[in-house]
């Protein structure tokens, strides 16, 4: 459903995965692109928190579509699945259509010392 939605915003959600390291990255994304994604129907279009550990996230029953075709999308791609399986990436969407990426190996990191 979200698909094509996820794929037009992948080229900054890479950038920003980038600098995620340095701290947390925010994008504004448009609503009307979600609401044409769904076609008319009613869908949860936000969710809390999505983590994921070595381009993995745990089974989620509860995960709305919207995060599942982010992880679609994010394991289809090259680029962002080798930075995945290297660190621990949280993203969030709010109810503002602003996609939250937080690198959390960085503070594990900083925390070990």
Do not use: C, H
């Not at 044409?36 to 928190?49: I, N, V």
């Not at 509860?62 to 394991?75: E, P, W």
């Amino acid at each position: 459903m979200f698909l094509q939605t996820w794929k037009k915003y992948l080229p900054v959600i890479i950038l920003l995965m980038k600098r995620s390291g340095k701290g947390e990255q925010v994008l504004d994304m448009n609503y009307t692109d979600f609401q044409r994604a769904t076609g008319g129907k009613k869908t949860k279009l936000t969710f809390s928190s999505l983590q994921l550990t070595n381009g993995r996230t745990g089974y989620d029953v509860n995960s709305t579509q919207l995060a599942k075709d982010l992880i679609l999308v994010l394991q289809e791609n090259e680029q962002t699945l080798s930075m995945l399986r290297a660190n621990q990436f949280e993203f969030s969407v709010n109810a503002n259509f602003q996609l939250t990426i937080r690198n959390n190996s960085i503070v594990e990191e900083n925390e070990a010392v």
